[in-house]
């Protein structure tokens, strides 16, 4: 599955000193399946008589990039959007109560116990013993800072970047700010249009890992590096220690 513009060798010489960025959300561990799972409560419960489930996820999907562009990303975002869609595909206006059920559905989402990718903590261990590793998360700082803490691995970065969005620019801007080498910095994660695309067109490698439930609004495909740009693209986390 290894897709890269590297020569090919049975055993690939393993690089040194490099930085490092990696994502969170469906790189280190699971976030996406539990906003599924409010997803399909929300549309189970709304039962709507005249559209689709899947026609109710395309509204809901629109109500997203709509909240998203005025309210960042999230869970409050997240709790608007389903309001946002409630309110404009329903027949009904939405009571007290209606609201506050439909909020339930994305409380455990907040509460749900960090569960790490297979192999991510010892991973983890090792590259940072090897590199320089800087975690780069896009959302709410808040959240995500409090996902860092309760997963236990904020001891193997050196720093912490959760820009409000991941864009060729926001990428330049951590370049800068962290003083990076783009020839020797690779940006590693799982979703093609904040982690891989973005990255190598501010002038970095990039390492794709992909996942099997990533957010419907990430996917894209995937640019071919350019230039000196480099990209892998990997099985699972753990493979990085083939490469790194």
Same mark, same amino acid.
């Given at each position: 599955?290894?897709?890269?513009?590297?020569?090919?060798?049975?055993?690939?010489?393993?690089?040194?000193?490099?930085?490092?960025?990696?994502?969170?959300?469906?790189?280190?561990?699971?976030?996406?399946?539990?906003?599924?799972?409010?997803?399909?409560?929300?549309?189970?419960?709304?039962?709507?008589?005249?559209?689709?489930?899947?026609?109710?996820?395309?509204?809901?999907?629109?109500?997203?990039?709509?909240?998203?562009?005025?309210?960042?990303?999230?869970?409050?975002?997240?709790?608007?959007?389903?309001?946002?869609?409630?309110?404009?595909?329903?027949?009904?206006?939405?009571?007290?109560?209606?609201?506050?059920?439909? @909020?339930?559905?994305?409380?455990?989402?907040?509460?749900?116990?960090?569960?790490?990718?297979?192999?991510?903590?010892?991973?983890?261990?090792?590259?940072?013993?090897?590199?320089?590793? @800087?975690?780069?998360?896009?959302?709410?700082?808040?959240?995500?800072?409090?996902?860092?803490?309760?997963?236990?691995?904020?001891?193997?970065?050196?720093?912490?970047?959760?820009?409000?969005?991941?864009?060729?620019?926001?990428?330049?801007?951590?370049?800068?700010?962290?003083?990076?080498?783009?020839?020797?910095?690779?940006?590693?994660?799982?979703?093609?249009?904040?982690?891989?695309?973005?990255?190598?067109?501010?002038?970095?490698?990039?390492?794709?890992?992909?996942?099997?439930?990533?957010? @419907?609004?990430?996917?894209?495909?995937?640019?071919?590096?350019?230039?000196?740009?480099?990209?892998?693209?990997?099985?699972?986390?753990?493979?990085?220690?083939?490469?790194?």
């Amino acid at each position: 599955m290894t897709r890269y513009n590297l020569p090919m060798s049975a055993t690939p010489a393993r690089l040194s000193n490099q930085t490092l960025l990696i994502d969170a959300d469906d790189t280190l561990w699971e976030n996406n399946i539990y906003f599924e799972r409010a997803i399909a409560s929300f549309i189970a419960d709304l039962d709507h008589q005249k559209h689709t489930p899947a026609q109710v996820r395309e509204h809901l999907n629109r109500c997203e990039r709509t909240t998203i562009a005025t309210h960042g990303y999230g869970i409050h975002s997240f709790r608007r959007s389903l309001i946002d869609c409630f309110e404009q595909l329903s027949e009904t206006t939405i009571t007290p109560e209606r609201h506050a059920r439909i @909020i339930s559905f994305t409380d455990t989402i907040a509460s749900t116990e960090i569960e790490l990718l297979p192999g991510v903590a010892e991973t983890l261990q090792i590259l940072s013993q090897r590199h320089r590793l @800087i975690l780069v998360t896009k959302g709410d700082r808040l959240e995500q800072t409090g996902k860092l803490r309760r997963s236990g691995l904020q001891v193997f970065f050196s720093a912490v970047e959760v820009p409000a969005e991941k864009s060729d620019a926001a990428y330049r801007s951590v370049i800068e700010r962290r003083r990076c080498d783009p020839t020797t910095t690779w940006m590693i994660g799982n979703s093609p249009r904040s982690d891989i695309n973005p990255a190598l067109a501010a002038g970095l490698h990039a390492v794709f890992i992909p996942h099997a439930c990533t957010w @419907i609004l990430e996917h894209e495909a995937v640019d071919p590096p350019s230039g000196n740009t480099r990209l892998l693209e990997l099985e699972n986390f753990p493979a990085l220690l083939r490469y790194f």
